[in-house]
């Protein structure tokens, strides 16, 4: 069986063209006329790839590659084997991924499933519904009443979009997506399997007596640019919206609490728990498998470290990991004296032993 491509090949190009593309140099100008068919990974990579380099944990890799040619910065140039063609970069990975926008630019955002333009006639739309001109709706998907959708937005298949939500201009909605309660900003790209606006958890408690529901009455606002992984859920605010901000992206199987506020350009990991009413602000980074406690600030810029549990507020640009987080110089230098305590009481135990 034939190995199926999912993306389009680039057009084959002169190795001088693609170092012009990447604002590289081609260290000799002799191959420039050699040709390159696609761009692949140092141990994938034959005669007619490009691939890059810029991390000496692959210089394995890079010393056995196939590669015709090689992205590299001038520091690692003299590690370059010499049937590779050496294309100089400051930053190697930024001008291959530079390359890889242009060649792939189909892969940067979802395609319509089904490959058609319009609304499929297996689509169930309210005749309330508002669908700019340019929207594709894909089978089995419905649209609820006084929905409202801007030109050049996908409607994947399976999604269900509830009354009065509204959606911008060039946006996704990845199929099985339920939306409800929500407003969209422009270009926002929502993968498979979200669920965006439903209740958030909100409970009094009474024990033995049982628990008392919280009516879950505000939005979900989510600003533009903003991408939003598969299979996470953005539960709707209690009184205030959970707003995501402009330019945020956000990974896969991501948990995001009622009344969250997430600042712009921020960028959240797989699998995070992000509990009620917390305040992140911009440019904030938070690992893979974050939990972040109810009702904290984590400042502009800061940073958290994977797998680790956030119960304090963390400053503007604070680097902060570990369970429970706190500043990562204060948490390696713990890890290291509880190391010293119990290599020492190892020793001690030895010693003892031999007496």
């Not at 989510?222 to 991408?227: A, D, F, L, R, S």
């Amino acid at each position: 069986m034939a190995q199926p491509t999912f993306f389009q090949s680039p057009p084959p190009a002169t190795l001088a063209a693609i170092a012009a593309k990447a604002n590289a140099v081609l260290v000799d100008p002799s191959q420039g006329e050699k040709i390159i068919k696609g761009l692949a990974s140092l141990d994938e990579a034959g005669p007619m790839h490009l691939a890059f380099f810029d991390n000496l944990k692959y210089a394995d890799q890079l010393a056995r590659t196939k590669a015709g040619a090689c992205l590299v910065s001038p520091r690692f140039e003299g590690r370059v084997p010499a049937h590779v063609a050496v294309v100089r970069a400051n930053q190697p990975f930024r001008a291959f991924v530079q390359l890889a926008r242009e060649f792939h630019a189909d892969a940067l955002r979802p395609q319509p499933w089904f490959g058609d333009d319009g609304i499929s006639p297996q689509a169930i739309i309210d005749p309330s519904a508002r669908l700019e001109d340019g929207v594709i709706v894909e089978p089995l998907a419905v649209i609820g009443a006084h929905v409202e959708i801007g030109s050049g937005t996908i409607v994947g298949a399976g999604a269900v979009i509830g009354a009065h939500v509204k959606i911008g201009r060039d946006c996704n909605v990845g199929a099985r997506t339920v939306i409800q309660c929500a407003l969209i900003g422009n270009d926002v790209l929502i993968h498979p399997g979200c669920s965006i606006g439903q209740d958030g958890y909100g409970f009094i408690f009474f024990g033995a007596n049982g628990h008392t529901k919280v009516p879950q009455t505000g939005r979900v606002i989510i600003q533009n640019h903003v991408e939003v992984g598969a299979g996470t859920t953005i539960d709707r605010g209690s009184l205030r919206d959970t707003v995501i901000g402009e330019g945020t992206k956000i990974d896969n199987q991501v948990q995001i609490g009622h009344n969250v506020t997430i600042g712009r350009h921020c960028l959240l990991a797989a699998q995070i728990g992000l509990a009620g009413s917390l305040t992140i602000g911009d440019n904030v980074a938070l690992g893979a498998k974050v939990g972040i406690n109810n009702h904290l600030t984590i400042g502009d810029g800061a940073q958290v470290t994977a797998m680790s549990g956030v119960k304090d507020d963390i400053p503007p640009n604070g680097r902060w990991g570990g369970f429970f987080a706190k500043p990562t110089k204060q948490w390696f230098r713990e890890i290291v004296a509880v190391e010293r305590l119990v290599r020492d009481q190892a020793a001690t135990s030895r010693d003892e032993g031999r007496e």
